[in-house]
């Protein structure tokens, strides 16, 4: 790979390592290691040069042939991208050498069929997806681009990333593949860098290597993006690939970087890094040629983004490397002493092959106290730091832990991540946003626009009755049936109760009605009383009169049932009252006009009817009628009488109580039964109209019956149409109104006669008599 200055931290981490197991004198007594450096240039052809230069010797390349036969290696580190180990491990495969890479995990390696010889020691990054989606919910980015290195790893990480994140509600706004091939990158990488920068998306996810990702060295194209967002891993070292200048594209970047221990002494072991100390290191030997760098200058007075002194994860890996070669040859050696006969002074011979059925195996904790496991289907879950990458003022190269993501821990405790930590890039005043639509506030929700992304919507006010009391809600909530949305409908209030009340107006003209017309009807039976023994009022049967005035009195009463705070007792004494009181009332008029026919017909000669007029037969229709309604009384109280109910759809701001009527079958039962009756005494009455009585009250009776049938024809579509305190109005309305109808059509004309027309209230035989006088 290139030689950045990260990866001269990865030559120091293999140097310290081999250091460190040769002063141990626990591990690998009385051997000392030693190394050889070859710089693997990301390119096919050097890099196989560099592994045939290796395996010959003497710095020559000669093909099959190895000119060393002493201090040869056993094992090689390769890193750090999965081409530079796949070229390698094709070759090393062939003599059987053991090779442990520090690159990122690629899935591509772990093919045993294919490379049985290599070793990855890095985890596979199964939670690294689910890790950068938890950090774009703790900040609501629903908009996010992704650009990707094109090779089977990062097609990997798509597929896991994209599926967490349309589980998550989490769109994506675009998709960069980044080809992996040099030409590809100069010939496509300025298109990738003014796509990236159009897009709306603030927050783009950056996944791959350095090398992988070359196509992405904004620097190089002389492109500046401090606008965006970015989520990236460790494996991309971005902070040394750019230009620097006083803004930096990548200033505000947040890394994912696998957690691990400082490696105990290794910064003091950077600390004492000097050319005096190590004169054949040509990365300190160039440094040595700068005015400004002295050469017993120290590592950790260069500036950050010339050296960083914080172990890097490839570091950590190239450590954990070594020491795995370190304990396999460790074991190795113990069993081929083991294996030897006492007294065999020479040293046992070591194969690489040899290594292999060990290291498959080997598990040690590190200085650290890491478990290293070299077996991929026993490592642990891998745990991940947050870093944010401050660079301003320019140069700074800051990577600071902000955040940690531990995916194996409770849903609850398994991110955290510190806000005020956080330097975002230079656009940002504030925590940054990435939505491809504004938030939908409360009182609306989310419509989806056609044709476009589920996170690309427009807000839609919540409908009557619904509510929505957070930001991007996609279905508003109706309100319970006792509580209705407020103007904003961001949230329910309690609906107000209320009825049919003697304070509120309606009821209260209802009620003087009712009262006035009860008392109106007293006076008219008092004149009856008082002129009881008058023609007027004994004709059509005096006692049918009073029974029909009575009845009358209470129907007039009866709407005051209905008036006022609703209760199980007025909810049944409305409907039996009223079905009671106006079948007495009608049947008592049907009595009347029967008795009109049976006196015409008795003084017709040959009838037989005076017999049935003198036996108070009429006066028998009265309780057999009021008898049949009572027994529909009784079997609809049996089967499901009424009840207290509340309407909560008549207003939408209240919540009214009325008297469920139970049985709406019983209560149009109710109501046909005395539409019969009065058709049938209409119809008797039409019919008897026109007979030669002085005192034929059969017009009366017609007309009366004419105005009941009208009122209550005219109430069912009103009724059915009301709702509410409004249903009761108009059923007591009708109530009174029917009434009315009855009282002033049969009896104003006799009060006419009886108190303004009294000379007319005598028979026949006696106004001549007078007249004679």
């Known amino acids: 790979c290139r030689f950045y200055s990260s990866n001269y931290q990865y030559v120091l981490a293999f140097v310290f390592a081999i250091e460190e197991i040769n002063r141990n004198p626990y591990l690998l007594p009385n051997i000392s290691l030693g190394f050889d450096l070859y710089n693997a240039l990301h390119s096919e052809k050097w890099t196989l040069e560099s592994c045939l230069m290796w395996l010959s010797g003497l710095g020559k390349v000669i093909p099959n042939y190895s000119c060393v036969r002493e201090g040869k290696s056993v094992a090689v580190t390769v890193g750090t991208t999965w081409a530079i180990s796949a070229q390698m491990g094709t070759i090393l495969e062939l003599y059987k050498y053991p090779q442990l890479t520090y690159g990122s995990f690629d899935p591509i390696l772990s093919d045993r069929s294919q490379f049985p010889s290599i070793y990855q020691m890095a985890p596979r990054n199964t939670a690294l997806a689910l890790g950068m989606v938890r950090l774009m919910l703790h900040f609501g980015w629903t908009w996010v681009g992704l650009a990707i290195s094109e090779d089977m790893k990062g ?261 955290s991540i510190h806000e005020e930590l956080i330097n975002w890039a230079f656009e940002f005043k504030e925590t940054p946003r990435s939505l491809c639509s504004k ?8 419509s989806p626009q056609e044709g476009k992304a589920a996170c690309c919507f427009d807000c839609t006010p919540c409908p009557e009755r619904e509510i929505s009391n957070d930001t991007d809600m996609k279905q508003c909530i109706k309100c319970l049936d006792d509580q209705y949305p407020n103007s904003k409908r961001d949230h329910c209030l309690p609906k107000v109760v209320t009825f049919l009340a003697y304070e509120d107006p309606v009821g209260m003209v209802l009620a003087c009605a009712a009262l006035s017309l009860s008392i109106l009807t007293a006076v008219v039976l008092g004149v009856f009383v008082k002129h009881r023994d008058t023609p007027i009022v004994k004709a059509n049967n005096r006692t049918l009169s009073y029974i029909l005035l009575l009845s009358l ?109 139970g049985s709406v079958i019983m209560f149009y039962i109710f109501l046909g039964y005395l539409g019969s009756l009065a058709m049938g005494s209409f119809t008797l009455a039409f019919l008897a109209r026109s007979l030669p009585d002085t005192f034929n009250e059969a017009k009366f009776l017609t007309f009366s019956m004419l105005v009941f049938c009208s009122v209550w024809i005219a109430f069912l579509p009103v009724y059915n149409s009301t709702k509410g305190k409004f249903m009761v109005a108009v059923e007591v309305f009708s109530i009174l109104a029917s009434s009315a109808g009855l009282l002033v059509c049969i009896f104003a004309p006799k009060c006419y006669f009886i108190l303004l027309k009294s000379e007319r209230n005598i028979l026949p035989g006696s106004r001549s008599k007078a007249k004679s006088r």
């Not at 965006?228 to 891993?233: A, D, E, L, R, S």
């Not at 930096?248 to 290794?266: A, M, R, V």
């Not at 460790?330 to 070591?350: D, R």
């Not at 049947?587 to 009838?607: D, I, R």
């Open 439 to 446: 938030n939908c506030g409360p009182g609306f929700r989310q």
């Open 553 to 661: 009195i209470l129907c007039f009463l009866c709407p005051l049932l209905f008036i006022g705070q609703p209760n199980t007792a007025t909810c049944i004494l409305q409907q039996m009252t009223f079905g009671v009181l106006f079948t007495v009332a009608v049947s008592t008029v049907l009595a009347k006009t029967v008795t009109v026919v049976l006196a015409f017909k008795s003084t017709m000669p040959g009838m037989k009817m005076r017999q049935w007029l003198l036996s108070g037969a009429p006066n028998s229709i009265i309780p057999l009628c009021s008898l049949v309604q009572v027994t529909f009384g009784v079997v609809w109280m049996v089967i499901a009488p009424p009840f207290i109910d509340t309407d909560t759809n008549s207003e939408p701001t209240l919540l009214i109580m009325v008297c469920n009527k």
């Open 155 to 415: 097609i990997q990480f798509l597929w896991d990333l994209t599926g967490e994140m349309d589980k998550n509600g989490i769109c994506v706004a675009f998709v960069e593949m980044i080809p992996i091939t040099e030409r590809a990158y100069f010939s496509l990488a300025w298109q990738y860098h003014y796509r990236i920068r159009d897009s709306s998306a603030n927050v783009v996810v950056i996944y791959g290597d350095s090398d992988s990702l070359l196509g992405l060295s904004f620097s190089k194209w002389n492109i500046l993006m401090t606008g965006k967002v970015w989520i990236t891993t460790s494996q991309w070292d971005f902070v040394f690939s750019e230009r620097y200048s006083l803004l930096d594209s990548f200033h505000g970047t947040l890394t994912f970087s696998q957690s691990h221990k400082e490696i105990p002494g290794f910064k003091q072991f950077l600390q004492g890094v000097n050319p005096a100390k190590y004169p054949q290191d040509f990365y300190l030997t160039d440094c040595g040629k700068l005015e400004s760098c002295p050469p017993n200058v120290s590592l950790e007075s260069l500036p950050l983004h010339t050296f960083d002194m914080t172990t890097s994860d490839g570091s950590y890996l190239v450590y954990n490397a070594v020491h795995a070669v370190a304990q396999t040859l460790h074991e190795l050696l113990f069993q081929l002493s083991e294996m030897q006969s006492p007294g065999h002074g020479e040293k046992p011979v070591v194969h690489p092959w040899q290594l292999h059925s060990i290291l498959k195996r080997v598990q040690f904790n590190n200085s650290a106290g890491d478990q290293i496991i070299l077996d991929q289907q026993a490592t642990p879950v891998e745990e991940y730091d947050i870093l944010n990458f401050w660079n301003f003022p320019d140069g700074l190269g800051l990577q600071v832990r902000v955040g940690h993501f531990v995916p194996l821990a409770p849903r609850d405790q398994d991110f």
